[in-house]
């Protein structure tokens, strides 16, 4: 009895410092990883959250999980530009990407009509690495999406903020100009770009004085069906001015999963009123809400009364 009872406690003591050994080296092997959510967005198995505003709430440039709280630089398609955007107060950067038309034929940072510029995206990239903000690299042809992913895995490691790669790949309300071909430009993204956020859009069109269509359900469908199975978080870039009467279609295509996100833009000379955004305010979490408008419409938005009114904190 009293050998067995030794014996049983040597068992015990083994068995304690067994567990005690494993403890401490997963803590030592947890404290040396690198912090995945702050430096990387490896995807992990599965499917990846939007890290966007986790990102900049570490940083310290956002408050609270508040994506009208992110301001935007618009078209940094010059040195001048993208030195200006890295210089000021914004989070993210946004600026189009197509393939200059002369020899060498790279990719540029330039809008169509514009077919040349003074800064390729290779050097662009460069100057990003160097700064904390994030990016979002807009694509109107699809001819320049492979080369460009390539430079974009080259500094990867460097590039600290978010990397958001947006292209309209489905005709839209009113769209009259020709999406990129949705699978051909997936194809040569989605297995690229693991933890960035894709802006997948519809090309539209808005005219003065008429009932502009909305997003119609055969449109939000064929997005859903195109989306459904990438692991990417993905952002549905949609106009400010056909969003009233698109309010059920995209209901129900937030609803699909949380991996999805709105973001909201105008064009330039749309007639909007901010009121008229208050129910996609009201009646989502605030974090899948991306406001790109003026500046004076993102102002007049929050001060509205209705704009602190929020049914769902959290998704
Ligand atoms: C590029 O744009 C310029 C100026 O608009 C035009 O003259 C030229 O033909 C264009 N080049 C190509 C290859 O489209
Ligand atoms: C998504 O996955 C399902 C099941 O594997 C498959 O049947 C479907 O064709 C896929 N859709 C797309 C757009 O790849
Ligand atoms: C369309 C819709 O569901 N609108 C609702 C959004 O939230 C506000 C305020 O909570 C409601 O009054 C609306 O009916």
């Not at 803590?27 to 890290?51: I, L």
């Not at 979002?136 to 699809?142: E, I, M, N, V």
């Not at 008229?276 to 408008?293: C, G």
Request: aromatic share 8%; with cysteine; net charge negative.
């Amino acid at each position: 009895m009293g050998l067995k009872k030794l014996g049983l406690r040597r068992y015990c003591v083994l068995a304690l410092v067994i567990v005690a050994a494993v403890t401490w080296i997963s803590c030592f092997m947890k404290s040396e990883a690198p912090s995945s959510d702050t430096t990387t967005f490896s995807a992990a198995a599965g499917s990846m959250p939007d890290q966007t505003l986790d990102y900049f709430l570490k940083k310290g440039t956002l408050k609270d999980h508040n994506a009208a709280d992110i301001q935007w630089y618009h078209a940094a398609n010059s040195r001048d530009k993208i030195t200006e955007a890295l210089q000021d107060s914004t989070q993210m950067i946004e600026a189009d990407v197509l393939l200059r038309g002369r020899d060498p034929k790279e990719p540029i940072m330039a809008h169509p009509p514009d077919n040349d510029s003074d800064i390729t995206l290779q050097d662009w990239l460069k100057m990003v690495a160097n700064s904390d903000k994030g990016i979002k690299l807009d694509f109107k042809s699809l001819e320049a999406v492979v080369e460009s992913m390539a430079l974009l895995d080259k500094v990867r490691d460097q590039l600290k903020g978010p990397v958001w790669i947006n292209a309209d790949i489905l005709p839209g309300p009113g769209g009259t100009a020709t999406p990129l071909d949705a699978q051909a430009f997936l194809q040569a993204v989605a297995m690229k770009a693991d933890g960035d956020m894709l802006s997948l859009g519809w090309t539209t069109g808005w005219s003065p004085n008429t009932d502009n269509p909305g997003y119609s359900w055969e449109m939000v469908q064929q997005m859903e069906a195109l989306c459904k199975n990438l692991t990417q978080p993905v952002t549905f870039p949609v106009r400010a001015a056909l969003l009233p009467q698109s309010f059920v279609q995209f209901q129900w295509l937030l609803q699909q999963t949380d991996r999805y996100t709105l973001t909201i833009w105008t064009g330039q000379s749309d007639v909007l009123n901010v009121e008229d955004l208050l129910p996609y305010r009201q009646n989502f979490s605030k974090a899948r809400i991306y406001y790109d408008l003026l500046e004076n419409q993102i102002s007049k938005f929050k001060s509205l009364p209705g704009y602190t009114i929020s049914q769902l904190e959290q998704s």
